[in-house]
């Protein structure tokens, strides 16, 4: 059945501090952020009936906010899982288990590598896993180690270049000069970029996302209730999920990921195209993220991400707006990343944004990716 105009997203927002918040916790970010994306809904807490988040404990996080929800999801399949949420959020409202659906993240990506948080990957990975047996021994095991393997296979293969990649980074940036919140503001040239240290070839640092602390969440609703708020209610167009593996070993394609799936979902279920779509937010872990992810979801032939992003195609001005708020590379990135595409890409429909509003928007596209180009959720919204 189509979940497609069923429900809205009726509010969204960040936690109070996003960047360094150190004396925080990660649960505190997770409070600011439900109270202000609420807020934004014209809405309180005693109206949520449903519960949604990753990482915590959701029966922990009912009882820090002090709510006793009706549905709850824990959902954890990294940096696409809220947007995955949104799907859920949008099932259970449609089958009449809860009616105000509230989906919240929070995280001390920074603050939290001087404490217990910094124990080590190997203390997070189930030792009977893949990635415990067959990446962790030979040096495998931070994002940066993973995707560099696919970022190189994509060179090899298709023969995209550091340059491309470069661009992607400075396009982001752009965005994120007119975005007060972003984190990293300064300018930044595609010569910047190629003489930066190196993280993890072929990726220098400013193809590495940020790490910082953030919280960030989302409301959503039924189609009734959205048109009784205040604020203009975005529409869940189309919808998709999917995962390919887990380990990067188990990686069917090093090129691909489960975005052609959860993509096409999405597009099917909106009745849309890739050309109808006028504000693109993808995950941004790393610039090759991004290449990858446009590729697969149907923005342009396999291959060709590089060229198609060339010439700051995606800055402001270009013809194709994406992450528009500076992203993860530039405006923030605690760990698990997709709640502020949905909250940007909202804003973008609600004409909100300032000096980086794209003109004319009316539909958005939002991928989040997890894992080791794992796991996806895709969204495809609309505003009236």
């Given amino acids: 059945m189509s979940l497609s105009k069923r429900v809205a997203l009726v509010g969204v927002d960040e936690s109070d501090q996003i960047g360094i918040c150190e004396g925080k916790t990660a649960l505190q970010l997770h409070a600011e952020a439900a109270r202000n994306a609420l807020r934004d809904a014209g809405l309180t807490l005693a109206d949520v009936d449903g519960l949604f988040t990753a990482g915590p404990s959701v029966m922990g996080l009912a009882e820090y906010l002090g709510v006793q929800p009706e549905y709850m999801d824990g959902t954890t399949v990294g940096g696409s899982s809220f947007v995955i949420d949104v799907e859920h959020a949008a099932a259970a409202i449609n089958a009449g288990l809860c009616s105000v659906a509230l989906i919240t993240h929070g995280e001390m990506g920074y603050s939290a590598r001087r404490g217990r948080a910094s124990r080590g990957m190997q ?18 095991g931070g994002p940066p180690s993973v995707y560099s393997m696919a970022a190189m296979r994509h060179m090899h293969q298709y023969g995209t270049t550091h340059e491309q990649l470069a661009e992607i980074a400075v396009a982001t940036r752009k965005w994120a000069q007119l975005n007060p919140k972003a984190f990293m ?26 790490v910082t602390d953030a919280g960030g969440a989302c409301v959503v609703v039924g189609a009734e209730r959205a048109r009784e708020l205040a604020k203009q209610p975005v529409w869940v167009l189309g919808s998709g999920e999917s995962t390919t593996h887990q380990s990067m070993v188990n990686n069917p394609d090093l090129t691909r990921t489960p975005a052609r799936y959860s993509g096409e979902r999405a597009f099917k279920m909106a009745g849309l195209t890739p050309k109808e779509i006028d504000v693109v937010e993808v995950y941004d872990s790393f610039t090759y993220t991004v290449l990858v992810t446009i590729e697969e979801l149907g923005f342009c032939a396999k291959g060709e991400g590089g060229p198609f992003l060339a010439n700051q195609r995606s800055a402001p001005g270009g013809d194709f707006p994406m992450n528009t708020n500076g992203g993860g590379l530039s405006y923030t990135h605690p760990g698990m990343y997709g709640m502020f595409l949905i909250i940007e890409a909202v804003r973008q429909l609600r004409d909100e944004c300032g000096e980086r509003q794209v003109p004319n928007a009316r539909t958005a596209l939002v991928n989040g990716t997890g894992g080791s180009l794992s796991s996806t959720g895709t969204l495809i919204l609309g505003a009236d």
């Fill in 123 to 140: 203390r997070m990975i189930d030792p009977e896993s893949a990635m415990a047996q067959f990446e962790l021994p030979y040096g495998v």
């Fill in 185 to 210: 503001r300064d300018p930044l040239t595609i010569d910047d970029v190629l003489s930066s240290r190196w993280i993890a070839y072929p990726f220098h640092i400013y193809d590495c996302c940020l």
